[in-house]
């Protein structure tokens, strides 16, 4: 693979968590131009997820740092009633990490971003999926076929880059340790603006502050 003009400019789809949130700083600091997207799809907790994103890129500010693009994908329509969308029997901090798969989560995520950049000249578009994450649209061939699609739908040659894809919780969260991590959100279940302490999301961000045997910075309400 040839190495990235360091000038050119890479989306970056962001949700203010602690993976997306260390990506954004880890790209920074390389040097990168990046363009953050944060696409939103009607669902319980974005209110207070793009209010913290907002404070997180304010933190990381600067003049390779481009301002928020916004996309309205509103997804309550094909979810109905589902707790993503209303917020009931949100998965607890005990259940398993299927219980928070959102069908079709990442090619819903990538296609408006995908087409934005087609649009505007930018060719990478970075998302910051784990190694181990357990979903079938998370894996390396989704994107590879995306891509494919993706290209061949609105021309050009997108690359869809996962610099996370070999890593694990443990060694993101050694590389996002020096960032101000208080700063991201994970909740799927927000109560008056804070991390709930009991969902499914709440239960990872714990436990990945365990794994660094690092203190948790969150403010839960619970
Ligand atoms: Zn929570």
């Known amino acids: 693979m040839t190495s ?31 363009q953050p ?3 939103r799809k009607g669902l319980f907790w974005e209110t207070d997820e793009q209010r913290a994103l907002e404070k997180l890129l304010t933190h990381f500010s600067g003049p390779r740092l481009r301002p928020l693009v916004v996309f309205d994908l509103p997804l309550t329509d094909v979810y109905g ?8 029997a949100v998965p607890g901090a005990d259940s398993p990490d299927e219980a ?15 087409v934005w950049c087609r649009l505007n000249g930018v060719q990478e578009l970075a998302l910051a999926p784990l190694g181990s994450n357990p ?42 340790r020096r960032f101000p991590l208080e ?22 961000r714990r436990q990945a502050f365990r794994v660094i045997d690092a203190a948790d910075p969150t403010r839960y309400a619970q």
């Open 4 to 34: 990235p003009d360091i000038d050119a400019p890479l989306g970056l789809l962001v949700s203010g968590g602690l993976d997306s949130g260390i990506l954004l700083g880890h790209l920074l600091e390389q040097g990168r131009v990046v």
């Open 183 to 204: 700063l991201t959100f994970s909740c799927i279940s927000p109560q008056a603006g804070l991390h709930c302490g009991r969902c499914n999301k709440c239960g990872e």
């Open 100 to 114: 928070v798969y959102l069908p079709g989560r990442n090619a819903l995520l990538l296609i408006k971003p995908a």
């Open 135 to 176: 979903f079938p649209d998370a894996g390396p061939d989704f994107f590879a076929a995306f891509e494919t699609t993706l290209n061949l739908a609105v021309g050009g040659r997108l690359r869809i880059v996962r610099p996370f894809a070999q890593l694990h919780k443990r060694d993101v969260m050694q590389l996002g």
């Open 81 to 88: 009633d589902h707790w993503s969308v209303h917020g009931r």
């Open 37 to 39: 997207f944060y696409v």
